[in-house]
T-cell receptor
């Protein structure tokens, strides 16, 4: 089906472990984004990508790594998970044009224990 | 730097009454403004956007928003609220020609009472 999908939907991991959140979109959108949603903070941008092999930091990039070898995939890796990274993570994509809206995935609820 | 403020954590409205969810923004250039809605355990859904042109923009589900450049505001409105409008609403801004990601406000819980 067309759209943007995230996996897994729910994840529990232990402090210090590496975990990767997956994001896949079928629209061939140029831009892809990772946000985290926390109470009292709204959504904050972690990383974004303007095209394959082009990534850049957002507002809260520390502790996260991204890659984008293919246009349709934009995985987010927590290299050594910490409790402060417990959050809901959203992936989004948008066309190249800057005035177009972003489309969001369903989110991944990550708990670090 | 761009920023968005949603001054109300929660807005309560009786069903059938008009509703307003407030948003003010700050950018150094021309703003691209968006409203999104989030239902429980779901992703964000796009409602409407202002890029240029008419200050009153219409969007999905009967919502509209008014862009006011002098007050740097982009308030979301609906003439007659429905219980099904109850959700979390986010205002977002992107500076035209500037940084690439959307900057979101903290969100406003809209509660429509029957």
């Amino acid at each position: 089906d067309a759209g943007i999908t995230q996996s897994p939907r729910y994840k529990i991991t232990e402090t210090g472990r590496q975990v990767t959140l997956m994001c896949h979109q079928t629209w061939s959108h140029s831009y892809m984004f990772w946000y985290r949603q926390d109470l009292g903070h709204g959504l904050r941008l972690i990383y974004y990508s303007a095209a394959a092999d082009i990534t850049d930091k957002g507002e809260v990039p520390d502790g996260y790594v991204v890659s984008r070898s293919k246009t349709e995939n934009f995985p987010l890796t927590l290299e050594s998970a910490t409790r402060s990274q417990t959050s809901v993570y959203f992936c989004a994509s948008s066309r190249f044009d800057r005035d177009t809206e972003a489309f969001f995935g369903q989110g991944t609820r990550l708990t670090v224990v | 730097a761009q920023s968005v403020a949603q001054p109300e954590d929660q807005v309560n409205v009786a069903e059938g009454n008009p509703l307003t969810v407030k948003c003010t923004y700050s950018v150094s250039g021309n703003p691209y403004l968006f409203w999104y809605v989030q239902y429980p355990n779901r992703g964000l859904q796009f409602l409407l956007k202002y890029i240029t042109g008419d200050n009153l923009v219409k969007g999905s589900y009967g919502f509209e928003a008014e862009f006011n450049k002098s007050q740097t505001s982009f308030h979301l409105k609906k003439p007659s609220a429905l219980v099904s409008d109850s959700a979390l609403y986010f205002c977002a801004v992107r500076e035209g020609g500037g940084a690439d990601g959307l900057t979101f406000g903290k969100g406003t819980h809209l509660i429509i009472q029957p």
